[in-house]
């Protein structure tokens, strides 16, 4: 079993539509949760940054962490197609600053 | 302020040869990572470093791969020899402290042919 679970899609949405994006995890000691985004043949970009269970809010995106359910998610409103990329979920625990990746989503934002 | 810069972009050797990828960090951060995502996987620790020290390098393959960073600056990760397995992209990444924001850079893909 991977330690932490992602869909790879792919992800293909009409421009204006909410994109939902989620992640599982089986270790929970983890307490850092990072959503990247990657654009073809580029390194990852941070997008957003949690820590431990709640929501973050930061323009068009809401990251939810819910680490009873070992859950987290990333919503994109009003999507555009600049927001087509591939979205990498990430996490760490406290003393363990190496992340551990998910597969990655291809999305696809339809003009 | 400038990024993570890796180098080369890209590089293709033969079997057996040896290739050096270098990373330069954001200035003024202590903490420097190597990952590598191999074709069809996830992206993968390799190791990190504080400053000059190797904190953590349990992600390391094995003994074919040395890393360095002398002077807590930039940072090499050298294969040699070189296999067909190595293929893949590898990515540089620093924070200023651990357990805070990492940044990557734009990555270097090796071929190994």
């Known amino acids: 079993q991977k330690e932490v679970e992602q869909d790879p899609g792919p992800l293909s949405v009409p421009e204006g539509a909410i994109v939902s994006l989620n992640c599982t995890y089986s270790?929970?000691?983890?307490?850092?949760f990072m959503w990247y985004r990657q654009y073809s043949r580029k390194g990852p970009e941070l997008l957003m940054y949690?820590?431990?269970?709640g929501n973050k809010e930061d323009g068009r995106f809401t990251a939810q962490v819910d680490k009873s359910s070992k859950y987290i998610s990333l919503f994109i409103r009003d999507s555009q197609p600049s927001d087509s990329a591939t979205y990498l979920c990430?996490?760490?625990?406290?003393?363990?600053?190496?992340?551990?990746f998910g597969a990655g989503t291809t999305v696809t934002v339809r003009a | 302020e400038a990024g993570v810069t890796q180098f080369p972009s890209h590089s293709v050797i033969e079997k057996g040869q040896t290739v050096t990828l270098r990373c330069d960090p954001i200035?003024?951060?202590?903490?420097l990572y190597w990952y590598r995502r191999v074709m069809g996987k996830e992206i993968k620790f390799l190791l990190h470093?504080?400053?000059?020290?190797?904190?953590?390098e349990s992600g390391m393959p094995n003994n074919r791969f040395l890393a360095e960073r002398t002077g807590g600056t930039y940072s090499t990760l050298k294969v040699q020899p070189a296999e067909l397995e190595d293929s893949g992209v590898y990515f540089c990444?620093?924070?200023?402290?651990?357990?805070?924001?990492?940044?990557f850079g734009q990555g270097t893909r090796l071929t190994v042919v």
């Open positions: 990430a996490m760490s625990g406290p003393d363990d600053y190496k992340l551990s």
């Open positions: 990444a620093s924070s200023p402290r651990e357990n805070t924001e990492a940044f």
């Open positions: 270790n929970s000691a983890f307490q850092y």
């Open positions: 470093f504080v400053k000059e020290s190797k904190q953590d």
């Open positions: 949690t820590y431990s269970s």
């Open positions: 200035s003024g951060h202590d903490n």
